[in-house]
């Protein structure tokens, strides 16, 4: 462990934190402490970012659940959940699912809404001849942003569609990033017109 909170390891003989108040620095805590569980984020996963702006007012589930977390962590399991939203006044979460879209109003007291966003280019197949996907994560936008694959060796391109062996591209596919309710469309294009990406 390196990125101590101030005056921290306090303890001898101890098990860390990380406090959420700190920017997630370490703390230390006894062993007997019990705390929530942290899970780690691979590239590639979907993400769940928080609409605060907005309510769910249609649903298709409910379910009972004691903490907001309980809500999202069941919506970021569950493959058909693209929003979540948790009522804090009366312990419910509401799900929304693919292909579905939401009817949303202004939030009310109580109400936390997430809106599961997922990585297109590994699900459409975007990279070509086992190219590898450049899609990082913008904590900005809240988004994933599309950028050039990783190519084998012999290969180059923005989707790895041409062979350098032979410089004749291979047919690449047009992606769309629509609202994450509904399928995201693939069309196919001649090979020798450029491939447009839009998020």
């Known amino acids: 462990f390196v990125s101590w909170a101030g005056s921290e390891p306090a303890l001898s003989s101890y098990c860390v934190k990380a406090d959420t108040n700190d920017e997630f620095k370490w703390v230390t805590e006894p062993c007997s402490t019990s705390l929530p569980y942290m899970c780690e984020i691979t590239e590639g996963q979907c993400r769940l970012r928080d609409k605060q702006d907005m309510a769910i007012t249609s649903s298709l589930l409910s379910q009972a659940t004691n903490t907001p977390h ?21 312990y419910y979460c509401d799900f929304v699912n693919s292909g579905t879209t939401p009817t949303l109003g202004p939030v009310t007291f109580g109400e936390e809404v997430y809106e599961k966003v997922c990585p297109v280019c590994r699900q459409n197949g975007f990279c070509l001849h086992d190219g590898k996907c450049n899609e990082p994560y913008n904590f900005t936008t809240d988004s994933f942003d599309i950028g050039p694959c990783f190519c084998q060796p012999g290969y180059t391109g923005e989707q790895c569609e041409t062979d350098m062996s032979t410089d004749e591209p291979t047919t690449t596919t047009e992606i769309t990033t629509q609202d994450p309710t509904t399928p995201t469309e693939m069309t196919t294009q001649d090979p020798a017109t450029t491939t447009e990406v839009t998020t």
């Open 70 to 90: 309980s809500c999202t962590r069941s919506c970021f399991l569950d493959s058909n959940c693209f929003w979540a939203m948790y009522n804090t006044i009366f």
